[in-house]
């Protein structure tokens, strides 16, 4: 027999509700059992933006700084929305060189921060609408800051929506869906659930990664007497 030759299957939001109901032995019944699970949904996609990178959610930017100014957020070209910046460089006449991330202790401790050159060093102030602060200040306004960041996940709004995640990630989707309803409606099954859903996250989880070689760098440090 011939196979189907489709690889289009998803889930739209009302059939993540539906499956995740019937694993609590229960029924999607009323517009309020929709309403709770949707709620539910997105505070377990906030969740996940808590158990580390989601590659799916990685996004590259650009700006152009601007001459004398340092900080950048949403209103003078940083993307938005954003909750955190992975790496970063300028790019120059074609060529990018690294910008490294130090700490908010670190940049508050350089000495003068109105120096200006071209931008070696970076400090990402996570707040709700965050911001990136280069230094030295950019010295003119035709470099480009490039930058990956990590981007939120979409909301679940109305029932006929798909949701913003890989196909991979469906079978974790709903077992959290189950296990977050069972908090509520099934409290015998929250147990079970929440195995089945730490299980299916670590799965899914650990197929989301970099497929690349990985190098250790001693740090060999000499000893004087």
Same mark, same amino acid.
């Given at each position: ?39 539910? @949904? =997105? !505070? ?6 808590? %158990? ?6 990685? #996004? $590259? ?46 940049? @508050? =401790? !350089? ?6 050159? %071209? ?6 102030? #996570? $707040? ?56 509520? %409606? ?40």
């Amino acid at each position: 027999m011939a196979t189907s030759g489709s690889t289009d299957f998803d889930l739209d939001v009302a059939d993540v509700i539906e499956e995740a109901y019937e694993r609590c032995g229960l029924e999607l019944r009323t517009g309020y059992d929709a309403k709770t699970a949707r709620r539910s @949904l =997105n !505070i377990m996609f906030s969740e996940w933006a808590n %158990r580390g990178v989601n590659l799916w959610t990685v #996004r $590259q930017g650009t700006l152009t700084v601007t001459s004398g100014t340092a900080a950048y957020t949403s209103s003078n070209g940083l993307a938005t929305p954003m909750s955190d910046i992975l790496e970063v460089a300028i790019r120059r006449s074609g060529t990018d060189f690294s910008v490294d991330r130090i700490s908010r202790s670190e940049y @508050l =401790n !350089i000495p003068v921060k109105t120096t200006t050159g %071209r931008p070696s060093q970076f400090y990402f102030n #996570r $707040q709700i609408s965050p911001e990136i602060t280069l230094w030295p200040t950019p010295e003119n306004s035709s470099d480009i800051l490039v930058y990956y960041y990590i981007t939120r996940i979409e909301d679940a709004d109305t029932l006929v929506n798909t949701t913003d995640l890989p196909y991979r990630f469906l079978p974790c989707m709903v077992a959290g869906l189950a296990y977050y309803l069972a908090l509520k %409606r099934a409290p015998e099954r929250v147990q079970l659930l929440k195995v089945v859903y730490e299980e299916e996250f670590q799965r899914a989880a650990d197929e989301d990664e970099d497929r690349v070689s990985l190098k250790l760098q001693p740090d060999i440090q000499y000893i004087r007497f």
